[in-house]
């Protein structure tokens, strides 16, 4: 947890990332969009970031509190709300593993980071387990998971050289990334393994999508692209988006399912 905190403090900035992943950005708050309905409901981003989609709710007049493990996280979210002029119902510094000074249940709850980190399956079910601790009976749970096709996607979307064909197809198979691998400690995970941890919680599914799907490896063209052309490949992405057969093709997967 420390290395991934200071990672997080001081090596990225994760608030730029989503000005370069617009399609992972657009589409995932069309499904929110899509599911998170109704006013003023109680939200808790776990492991938000510096609070891309908890800036996105609070906007919609949710009353959004941000937990994250990185201070820096922390600190950008509420210069960023202060900038945009929105209010957060709260901000904490803490760990998904473990939520017990919080004594607030909710209507939704985002899972939208930790479980990119977990690499133990006890820690991914823990930090499952201990959101829905705090989830309204009925209420929404969105969880994010990173592909195990991600390296793959990002190093075509970009044409860098393959220096091992080997090591670039093992991640299909080697689920873990090392620090020195060009990222901080991460778990890549196949659509049916990160569906299936969803299930054994007894959450009825409304939802599993391969966030950029077909869009991923032309990212870089399609941000080029004219607002008219960009939206209707957005469109088509997110009419594709719950296509089984083209989830490898994604670097993100997002699921959302109801207590």
Same mark, same amino acid.
């Given at each position: 947890?420390?290395?991934?905190?200071?990672?997080?403090?001081?090596?990225?900035?994760?608030?730029?990332?989503?000005?370069?992943?617009?399609?992972?950005?657009?589409?995932?708050?069309?499904?929110?969009?899509?599911?998170?309905?109704?006013?003023?409901?109680?939200?808790?981003?776990?492991?938000?970031?510096?609070?891309?989609?908890?800036?996105?709710?609070?906007?919609?007049?949710?009353?959004?509190?941000?937990?994250?493990?990185?201070?820096?996280?922390?600190?950008?979210?509420?210069?960023?709300?202060?900038?945009?002029?929105?209010?957060?119902?709260?901000?904490?510094?803490?760990?998904?593993?473990?939520?017990?000074?919080?004594?607030?249940?909710?209507?939704?709850?985002?899972?939208?980071?930790?479980?990119?980190?977990?690499?133990?399956?006890?820690?991914?079910?823990?930090?499952?387990?201990?959101?829905?601790?705090?989830? !309204?009976?009925?209420?929404? $749970?969105? @969880? %994010? &998971?990173?592909?195990?096709?991600?390296?793959?996607?990002?190093?075509?979307?970009? +044409?860098?050289?393959?220096?091992?064909?080997?090591?670039?197809?093992g991640y299909l198979t080697h689920?873990?990334?090392?620090?020195?691998?060009?990222?901080?400690?991460?778990?890549?995970?196949?659509? !049916?393994?990160?569906?299936? $941890?969803? @299930? %054994? &919680?007894?959450?009825?599914?409304?939802?599993?999508?391969?966030?950029?799907?077909? +869009?991923?490896?032309?990212?870089?063209?399609?941000?080029?692209?004219?607002?008219?052309?960009?939206?209707?490949?957005?469109?088509?992405?997110?009419?594709?988006?719950?296509?089984?057969?083209?989830?490898?093709?994604?670097?993100?997967?997002?699921?959302?399912?109801?207590k």
């Amino acid at each position: 947890m420390k290395e991934i905190q200071q990672w997080y403090d001081n090596q990225y900035d994760e608030w730029e990332r989503l000005e370069r992943h617009k399609i992972e950005f657009d589409i995932t708050k069309r499904y929110l969009d899509e599911y998170v309905t109704g006013d003023h409901l109680q939200v808790f981003d776990i492991g938000g970031g510096p609070g891309r989609y908890t800036i996105y709710l609070a906007e919609k007049g949710h009353q959004v509190t941000l937990l994250d493990l990185s201070k820096r996280h922390i600190e950008v979210a509420r210069e960023k709300a202060d900038e945009r002029g929105v209010s957060l119902a709260g901000t904490i510094h803490g760990n998904a593993l473990d939520l017990s000074g919080i004594i607030q249940t909710f209507d939704v709850i985002l899972l939208m980071g930790p479980l990119y980190h977990l690499v133990k399956e006890a820690d991914r079910k823990t930090a499952v387990e201990e959101a829905l601790r705090h989830l !309204k009976p009925g209420g929404l $749970l969105v @969880a %994010s &998971f990173i592909s195990n096709y991600a390296p793959l996607q990002d190093y075509l979307a970009n +044409l860098q050289p393959v220096e091992s064909i080997d090591q670039l197809l093992g991640y299909l198979t080697h689920v873990e990334n090392k620090t020195s691998e060009g990222f901080t400690t991460a778990y890549f995970t196949d659509f !049916k393994e990160a569906r299936s $941890l969803m @299930a %054994s &919680f007894g959450l009825a599914e409304l939802a599993f999508a391969g966030v950029e799907n077909i +869009l991923g490896s032309k990212e870089n063209e399609i941000n080029r692209l004219t607002d008219d052309e960009y939206r209707k490949w957005l469109e088509i992405g997110y009419r594709l988006s719950q296509d089984e057969n083209l989830m490898g093709t994604s670097l993100h997967f997002l699921y959302i399912g109801r207590k």
